[in-house]
């Protein structure tokens, strides 16, 4: 890492846009789901860290937006193309969506890491973004770096090391 690039944080039901030669950074992706859209020749990626799939089951009065599948990845795409990307250039990443405890029930409501998963690929699929490679599922919490100059998705866990997607 040189000394010129700047880690870009985003937080639990966050989102952030970086440029190189910065990378972004999220952690505690345990059900949660991280997507990461660029484009690669404009070296810009964005970085959604969502919690839930479907913002049409909250209770709250003010939504946080970052927060949902459904509306984050629209949001992302939004202030991705407000930074002069288009859309059939862009690509995706994503990592987490894990499945954290054990449940007895056959309750599809706890599957939330997986449900996560087939919501963000649902919306992808919605503004045809090609995922390129993914980390999804298992039982481990990540953390997700991504470097838009190589396109790298670098993911820490405990259970298996760092790798390189």
């Known amino acids: 890492m040189n000394k010129e690039q700047t880690i870009i944080k985003v937080g639990i039901a966050d989102l952030n846009i970086v440029t190189a030669p910065d990378v972004i950074r ?4 345990g059900s949660c789901v991280g997507i990461v ?3 690669v020749g404009k070296q810009i990626a964005g970085m959604a860290h969502v919690m ?3 913002s049409k089951h909250a209770k709250q009065q003010t939504l946080n937006h970052y927060k949902y599948a459904d509306t984050a990845v629209d949001i992302l795409i939004e202030k991705l193309c407000m930074k002069g990307l288009r859309k059939p250039l862009m690509k995706a990443k994503l990592a987490g969506g894990a499945q954290m405890f054990q449940f007895n029930s056959g309750s599809d409501m706890m599957r939330i890491g997986q449900r996560n998963t087939e919501a963000v690929l649902q919306k992808l699929a919605e503004h045809n973004i090609p995922v390129i490679s993914s980390d999804v599922g298992g039982n481990f919490g990540r953390t ?5 100059q190589t396109a790298n998705l670098r993911i820490r866990t405990i259970t298996k090391g760092e790798e390189i997607i």
């Open 26 to 29: 999220t952690s505690g992706l």
């Open 37 to 39: 859209i660029y484009d």
């Open 52 to 54: 839930l799939p479907d």
């Open 144 to 148: 997700i770096e991504f470097d838009p």
